[in-house]
Every structure is written in structure tokens, then in C-alpha cells.
């Protein structure tokens, strides 16, 4: 009678078990910066970029132009068309509202540096997003208080935002994809209603041109990395 040979266990061979490591690190890292270049992209071009282009600087709007612009059309004033101005700075907020959020979540791992220059871009951002004229009634007068409140939210965000950090990253990046989402439909939304009046205006065709392109490459490269970041392993 023979005896019956041990039981043996499968094991993963070191080198494998190292490699995988070596790729989910890498990844982790990849969709980190991938998330990081998304958020600067919709702030940098939701805030400074011009989303109508002009051959003439002065004609050239941004976001919080734009939204100050359609003000002034003569449609949009007598009632004709029912515009929803603020529209156009929503990925202006979800870019200096999900910054300091993301620059202070543990599940990142970013460089503590990084972290810091993040939380500090939101300044910039924040003031870009008030009203143009700089006064106290002005700031609080009931057609800006929406974008005072949502700039003193961000700039309070960015101090608190470490309190934040173990707010789990899937709950952030779901919060990220629903404010992503209408960052991107709204806007064209409301520009398709006053294209022909700015059309008018300007005595030329126009489009949304490459700021409001590039802000909205940042939304889906940010929501991309966001999402294959949940992902990882942690």
C-alpha cells in the first residue's frame, strides 16, 4: 500500500506576485495624474480660456464672460429667450469644488506638494468665478450670491480639505461623474438658445471654440480617471 503524496499548495511564483505589484502601482499612479491633468484642465479652461474666439482679443470670451455677456443680448433682456447664465460656470465650480477634494484624499496617494499647489489653485479659480465689479453690494446683491457663496465654499474647501481625506474616493469620483455629466450638457445647452443673437451680435457665425474644447476634454479625462482610480486596489 502506497502512501498518498502531500497536499501541495499553489502558490503564486515570486516574480508574478512582484510584477502585479509593479503594474497596480503603476496604474494607481497613472489614473492619479490622469484624474489631476482632467480637474486643472476644466478650471484653467472653465476660468481663462476663451470659449467664443475671435480674431480680436477683445472679443474673445471666457466662461464668466460669456455668462456676463448673454446679459446684454436683446433677446435675453426683453424675455424673448430664457437663459439659464450660470450654466455656462459649471465646470468653473466642479473644477475648484473638486480639486481640493481630490487633492486631499488619502486613496491618491499624491506627493504631499502636489496637495498643497492644488488647494492653492482654487484661489485663482474662485475669484474667477464672481461677479466682475468687486463690491460688497455688488457681491451680495441676489444675481451674483450663487457665485459669492459657491467661491467662499471652495476657498473654505481648500483649507478644510484635509478633514476630508478618508471620505471614500468611489463616493468623490461618483459626485465627480454626476456634476461632470451636466458640466458638460448644460452648457451647450444654453449656448445653442442664444447662438444665432451672438451670431447677430457679432456679425459672424460663431461656436464654442477651443477653451470650452479644451474644458470639456478635461471633464471626460477627469471623470476616466477618476473612475479607474475607484478601481484600484487599495
Not at 433677446?75 to 466642479?94: A, K, M, N
Amino acid at each position: 500500500m502506497t502512501a498518498n503524496p502531500p497536499s501541495q499548495k499553489l502558490t503564486t511564483p515570486p516574480d508574478t506576485e512582484t510584477s502585479n505589484v509593479i503594474s497596480n502601482s503603476l496604474q494607481k499612479v497613472l489614473s492619479s495624474w490622469l484624474l489631476i491633468l482632467g480637474l486643472l484642465l476644466i478650471g484653467i479652461g472653465g476660468a481663462f480660456l476663451p470659449w467664443i474666439w475671435y480674431p480680436s482679443v477683445a472679443l474673445q470670451l471666457t466662461g464668466p464672460g460669456l455668462a456676463e455677456f448673454v446679459k446684454f443680448l436683446p433677446e435675453v433682456r426683453t424675455g424673448q429667450i430664457q437663459i439659464q447664465r450660470l450654466c455656462f460656470l459649471l465646470p468653473l465650480f466642479l473644477g475648484m469644488l473638486a480639486l481640493p477634494l481630490f487633492a486631499a484624499n488619502q486613496s491618491l496617494r499624491l506627493p504631499g506638494w502636489l496637495g498643497w499647489l492644488l488647494r492653492l489653485l482654487v484661489v485663482p479659480l474662485a475669484l474667477a468665478a464672481l461677479s466682475p465689479v468687486w463690491t460688497p453690494a455688488i457681491l451680495l446683491a441676489p444675481e451674483f450670491r450663487l457665485q459669492t457663496a459657491m467661491a467662499g465654499i471652495a476657498m473654505g474647501l481648500a483649507v478644510i480639505a484635509p478633514l476630508f481625506k478618508a471620505v471614500s474616493l468611489r463616493w468623490v469620483v461618483a459626485l465627480l461623474l454626476l456634476g461632470g455629466v451636466a458640466a458638460l450638457i448644460l452648457p451647450g445647452w444654453q449656448f445653442s438658445l442664444i447662438q444665432p443673437s451672438v451670431a447677430e451680435a457679432y456679425h459672424d457665425p460663431v461656436s464654442l471654440g477651443w477653451g470650452w474644447q479644451l474644458t470639456a476634454g478635461g471633464i471626460s479625462l477627469s471623470i476616466i480617471g477618476g473612475v479607474w482610480a475607484s478601481l484600484q486596489p487599495r
